[in-house]
């Protein structure tokens, strides 16, 4: 039998099943009984395998330690970790006089080098804790580089548009990369940075659409291909680098 999560709903009629990131979650009305969702699983048992081992073969999530890799705008990138007076992040490789470079280093193009400040890597004695801070420094990084990109590619696509949001937030999502409320407000998830900018446009066209239709109508998806014509190419790629595109937790 294979592990699922079960969330129950009573406001839900229908079983639903869902793969993501490697994990099997199922959604079922209160009433129905486990040993039915048993059965439910057992007969889906095939097809669920299939979608596994799809996403299994596509999982790349990034462990914040030496040699792992990240994208940023679309790009493979090489995580470099090293040390020197202050801490800072940046895109390819530095010049060797710059940092304390791990002894594992090998110089390459197109790096995402992390530096840690010698004050605080010398009391990242554990891999776990010091995966933690690389992690919160590329955080706070890709935030900054994506309220700068998101705020330039909303503002050109707002001109094109005509569609003016009222206020716009760049944070984290768990499960999507924008929103738009009745009140005119965007949210932009800040992990969309890791993706090129034809979907990060894409993206953000969404959701200024929603200022006219805060619906998936027709006329909804009309609008957006008016303004974005390849948004399906947009659409496949979220979908096929969705477990790149989501930082795993490290406990």
């Known amino acids: ?48 395998r299939t979608k596994l081992a799809e996403q299994q073969e596509a999982l790349e999530f990034c462990d914040f330690t030496q040699g792992s890799s990240l994208l940023f705008l679309g790009e493979q990138l090489t995580l470099n970790i090293c040390s020197a007076k202050q801490s800072t992040v940046f895109i390819d490789s530095p010049l060797v006089s710059e940092v304390e470079l791990y002894s594992d280093y090998k110089p390459s193009l197109r790096q995402l080098n ?37 705020i330039e590619r909303l503002e050109l696509l707002s001109n094109q548009t005509s569609l003016i949001p009222t206020k716009v937030t760049v944070r984290q999502y768990r499960a999507r990369w924008g929103s738009c409320n009745n009140r005119g407000e965007l949210s932009l998830n800040y992990l969309l940075i890791m993706a090129p900018v034809f979907v990060i446009d894409y993206v953000i066209i969404h959701e200024l659409c929603h200022l006219e239709h805060l619906n998936h109508s027709k006329s909804f998806w009309k609008l ?28």
Request: glycine content about 0%.
């Open 1 to 48: 039998m294979l592990e699922y999560q079960l969330i129950r709903s009573k406001r839900r009629k229908t079983l639903s099943l869902q793969v993501r990131h490697g994990h099997v979650t199922v959604r079922a009305p209160h009433y129905i009984s486990s040993a039915f969702i048993d059965t439910f699983i057992q007969e889906k048992n095939a097809w669920l």
């Open 114 to 150: 992390v530096v840690i400040s010698e004050r605080v890597s010398a009391k990242l004695t554990e891999p776990l804790v010091r995966a933690k801070r690389v992690k919160k420094l590329l955080e706070t990084y890709f935030k900054q580089q994506a309220e700068q990109l998101f």
């Open 224 to 251: 957006v291909e008016q303004y974005c014509p390849n948004y399906q190419i947009a659409k496949k790629w979220l979908k096929t680098h969705q477990s790149q595109l989501h930082w795993q937790n490290l406990r």
